[in-house]
């Protein structure tokens, strides 16, 4: 099937704002009637539910979480883009617009792109009229900073807590919305299975995880706020309980995943020190700014202090390799050259899987002192971590899988192939192509949920009759037993192994062969591995205690079988890519010096991916992507 | 090295509760103290015993979702650490740790060492934003914010909304974590408007969701791992001073 994206027609400029008229609107005395589903309340979903509810719809929003503050957008550190231009340095919305589509390799929809920029500006304003404490400069204007090879100041940031701040916010407008009665807030809830009926999207199962009950929620529109899925690697920056599941559970039901081989694998990670390792911990990127990577150029000089490995000795990498970017070059980048040394065995540190982030030549230009007062929290956090002080001795740092480009497709309207199932933020895969810039991904979550989704889902909502579906008809109940038997499934295998080891052993194969670089004959071997791992979790796994408790074991076995599908329709995108883009390096297509090289002429369009059940091959649906307002070029950083 | 452990045991609400005692062996001091826990569940299920729960998601200081009182300290008792941050290099081989819920009235326990914290939400949602809507809000820089004001509104917005400050006062109170909302807000432009009926509502409902009052201990700020000051209670008190004499 040919995928049709639904893009506005005409000069690109015009398109969101002839798009938003020529939606259809929901009178105001019905909007009250519409019952919508918010689950997760991140940037994305947290900014929607709010906007939602304050124009008036009933509005029920989920998270796994205790408090709707915790969503993992809190961990971002960095920064928010926006094409303010307050520094007078040139940018624009065209900019920000180019950046990342190219950023992007040339892998996103234009006029998505274009609509990120445009609201981004929106964005600020909002996020400044909540209280947000963005930094400012001593006249009492924002700040901006510089971030990920960007050659405008466009970023603006909240101390190193940028992600932290921008989702208090946004708690803040649900907690007010919570309070007026527009919003009901279910907590610890975790959806287990999308309701459809006659193939419209019309409510969610979720697990009650304090009591274990099973119960449905029936609403007009389901919204998906859920976030990313590299936990498929186990070890990543993301929160412990980020999963694919909510996402995975609309697959099931015949949602299109698209492009679930774009994932972003940040640089600057600290290492893992041993198999106890329960996830990574992402130092900002800004570190770079200051920092010189290298590694020993001898593989006998590994196990030596750093210190006493000389000047000549040393190999500064991306100086060398990329000599007018050096140590800016963009992610993919800097993170497949640290693999390059350590595949090299001139790693650091334990298992030799780390390289050096140095300093001294820093701290001798500009003084410790200001490169305390640049990086001193994450300095900290590094000697917390590692019980090393990174003012004497350089940092070793790692690549770390971080954020998923990829995700359910959505069309313009930001609504899945299954007609009343939106999908917003990290979860969807619509505007980063095939990778995402520093400092976009709050951009995107915030753009989604505070000014796309309401309007967008007005056009839909306008054109359906409210509350035609409830829980009353039998797939309510349907969805309730067909959780139930999995659960039980579940509980009584008691087989040999836990959880945590099984999903560790995915890891390992999906890190090893699915990775930063990946070929032919790896993605063929996790091809085999996959299915062998999930055959082996469904006959031995051992999930202790009841259904009807708080059991945490469970809640990660459920999310643990979902990865486990998933995986597998990663893999095939991954294997069916021939060639290198963004995030998705293929061994086989690189230049002779190593630089990814893409096939525009055979896969400039979206991969969506129709799941057919375990062990069975997804069918491939294509999105051909158009570009009438950038020259596709090759990336190049040198 | 190799620990022993006190781990409070509680099936769900209506259970009493009681310490139980597990071994933690060949623990490496790289470990999180939470990365220990884990060894030990593991531990737990390969013996056919029920795994300890335990809230947690980031893992690294930021979600506000661990909590757990260590040898009678919220958090663990080192500065500005939660507990996902505390490492095992911080304890010495043959230590005995006591390992507790947060305790006060406003959080029951549901199981283990999960608390129910809803009630810091609740007293959010009595005030703890500005009245703004989606859209229709002037230029991010059409009110200059002085960089002080804006460094002392960041100081107080650290709060990861733990409730280590509640479980470390004496007096169970949410005095800590309100106030830094109140100030936070009541120091921005974009906050001053509503400061008098935000602080009335917060601190009421605070008290009605049976949190104690501030008698100046002081443990909120020592248990506080954002390094959240008392300094913004004082600002509080002020702020419903202003409220209450207008
Ligand atoms: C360490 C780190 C640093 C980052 N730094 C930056 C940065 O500087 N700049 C930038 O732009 N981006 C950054 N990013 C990326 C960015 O933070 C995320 O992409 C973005 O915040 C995702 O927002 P979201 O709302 O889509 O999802 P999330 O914030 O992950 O929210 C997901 C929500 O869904 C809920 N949920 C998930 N599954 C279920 C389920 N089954 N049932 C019920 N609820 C569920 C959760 O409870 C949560 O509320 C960073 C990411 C990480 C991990
Ligand atoms: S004030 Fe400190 S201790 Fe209290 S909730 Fe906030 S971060 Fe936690
Ligand atoms: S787990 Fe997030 S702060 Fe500890």
């Known amino acids: 099937m040919i995928l049709d994206g639904k893009t506005p027609t005409g000069p690109i400029e015009k398109t969101w704002d002839k798009h938003r008229f020529d939606m259809k609107l929901v009178n105001p005395s019905n909007k009250r009637k519409f019952k919508v589903l918010v689950v997760g309340t991140g940037l994305a979903g947290g900014a929607a539910a709010a906007s939602l509810g304050e124009l008036g719809y009933n509005v029920e929003a989920f998270c796994y979480q205790d408090s709707s503050r915790r969503a993992h957008s809190i961990a971002a550190q960095g920064g928010i883009n926006a094409a303010k231009n307050y520094p007078n340095d040139g940018d624009s919305i065209y900019r920000l617009f180019y950046d ?70 946004a708690y803040s407008a649900l907690s007010r919305q919570v309070k007026a009665g527009t919003v009901k807030m279910y907590e610890r809830h975790e959806m287990v299975d999308l309701v459809v009926v006659d193939g419209v999207a019309k409510g969610i199962t979720c697990r009650d995880m304090i009591t274990g009950e099973l119960k449905s929620y029936w609403g007009d529109a389901v919204c998906l706020a859920t976030g990313g899925y590299v936990n498929v690697f186990y070890l990543s920056t993301n929160a412990m309980g980020c999963s694919v599941t909510a996402a995975w559970k609309a697959a099931q039901k015949g949602a299109l995943f698209a492009n679930p081989c774009y994932t972003q694998i940040h640089p600057t990670c600290i290492p893992q020190t041993g198999d106890h390792q329960s996830k990574l911990t992402l130092m900002s990127e800004s570190l ?30 991306l100086e060398r390799k990329y000599p007018s970017f050096g140590n800016l070059a963009p992610r993919d980048i800097a993170s497949r050259a640290a693999k390059e040394q350590c595949d090299d065995e001139r790693g650091v540190g334990p298992g030799k899987r780390g390289v050096y982030l140095d300093y001294a030549t820093a701290i001798e230009r500009v003084g410790e002192h200001t490169i305390k007062e640049r990086y001193g929290n994450l300095f900290e956090m590094y000697e917390k971590i590692t019980d090393e002080n990174a003012y004497k001795r350089p940092m070793r740092i790692y690549p770390a899988p971080h954020y998923s480009m990829g995700g359910l497709w959505v069309d313009y309207n930001l ?24 400092a976009s991904a709050l951009m995107q979550g915030l753009a989604d949920g505070y000014f796309v989704i309401p309007y967008t889902i007005a056009g839909y909502l306008a054109t359906i009759t409210p509350g035609v579906v409830t829980d009353e008809h039998p797939a309510f109940k349907e969805s309730i037993e067909q959780v139930q038997a999995q659960t039980d499934k579940l509980l009584n295998i008691k087989g040999k192994k836990t959880v945590s080891e099984f999903h560790r052993e995915l890891g390992k ?42 059991n945490q074991q469970l809640e990660n076995a459920g999310r643990l079988a979902d990865f486990l599908e998933f995986a597998e329709v990663f893999t095939a995108d991954a294997l069916h890519r021939e060639e290198s883009c963004g995030g998705h390096f293929r061994t086989e297509h690189q230049t002779d010096d190593g630089e990814a090289t893409r096939d525009d002429e055979n896969f400039a369009y979206v991969a969506a991916w129709e799941f057919k059940g375990a062990g069975k091959a997804p069918e491939l649906h294509k999105e051909p992507l158009k570009f009438d307002n950038v020259k596709l070029a090759v990336r190049s950083y040198k | 090295m190799d620990l022993t452990l006190h781990v409070w ?33 593991e531990e737990l299920i390969k013996t056919g015993k029920s795994p300890i729960v335990f809230d947690h998601d980031c893992r690294e200081g930021i979600c506000g979702m661990c909590s757990q009182t260590i040898n ?123 400061a008098m009926a935000r602080v009335m509502n917060m601190t009421d409902t605070m008290q009605a969701a049976g949190f104690g009052n501030c008698t100046n201990h002081l443990e909120c700020e020592a248990s506080c791992p954002k390094g959240v000051s008392v300094k913004f209670i004082a600002k509080l008190n002020r702020e419903y001073m202003k409220a209450l004499v207008s």
């Open chain 1, 509 to 550: 194969v999906m890190w090893e062969d699915v990775g930063m670089a990946r070929s032919e004959s790896s993605l063929k071997n996790a091809m085999q591995r996959i299915p062998e791992i999930r055959d082996e979790f469904w006959k031995n796994v051992n999930v202790t205690g009841s259904s009807n408790e708080t």
């Open chain 1, 288 to 317: 770079r700014n200051d920092g010189r990577c290298w590694a020993p150029k001898n593989k006998e000089d590994c196990d030596k202090a750093p210190g006493d490995i000389p000047e000549e000795d040393r190999d500064y990498y």
């Open chain 2, 72 to 194: 009678g300290k919220a958090h663990g008792g080192q500065d500005r650490t939660t507990v996902c941050q505390l490492h095992m290099r911080s304890f010495k081989d043959g230590d005995e740790i006591f390992i507790e819920p947060w305790r006060a009235r406003a959080f029951p326990v549901i199981k283990d060492l999960i608390v129910d914290r809803t009630a810091l939400d609740t007293i959010m949602q009595a005030g703890g934003y500005t009245s703004c809507h989606t859209g229709g809000v002037p230029d991010g820089n059409a009110h200059p914010i002085g960089k002080p004001v804006a460094d002392y509104a960041m100081d107080a917005a650290e709060c990861i909304g733990c409730g280590a400050c509640v479980a470390g006062c004496p007096n169970s109170s949410a005095m800590l974590f309100t106030s830094a909302k109140v100030a936070q807000l009541a120091v921005l432009p974009q906050g001053k408007h509503e």
């Open chain 1, 415 to 438: 609504m899945s192939n299954i007609p009343g199932l939106f999908v917003l933020g990290e979860a969807n895969f619509s505007v980063h192509g095939a990778n995402r810039l520093g």
């Open chain 2, 9 to 41: 045991r509680q099936s769900g609400p209506k259970d009493k509760g009681k310490l139980e005692t597990y071994p933690a062996k060949g623990i490496s001091p790289d470990m999180s103290f939470l990365e220990m826990l884990d060894e030990v569940n």
């Open chain 1, 100 to 169: 990342t589509i190219k950023g992007g390799d040339f892998r996103a929809r234009e006029a998505d792109v274009w609509r990120l920029a445009q609201v981004s500006n929106n964005i600020i304003d909002q996020c400044v009229a909540q209280g947000v404490p963005f930094a400012r400069d001593y006249a009492g204007y924002l700040d901006n900073r510089s971030f990920g090879g960007a050659q405008v100041s466009r970023t603006f940031y909240a101390r190193g807590q940028t992600g932290q701040q921008l989702l208090l916010g």
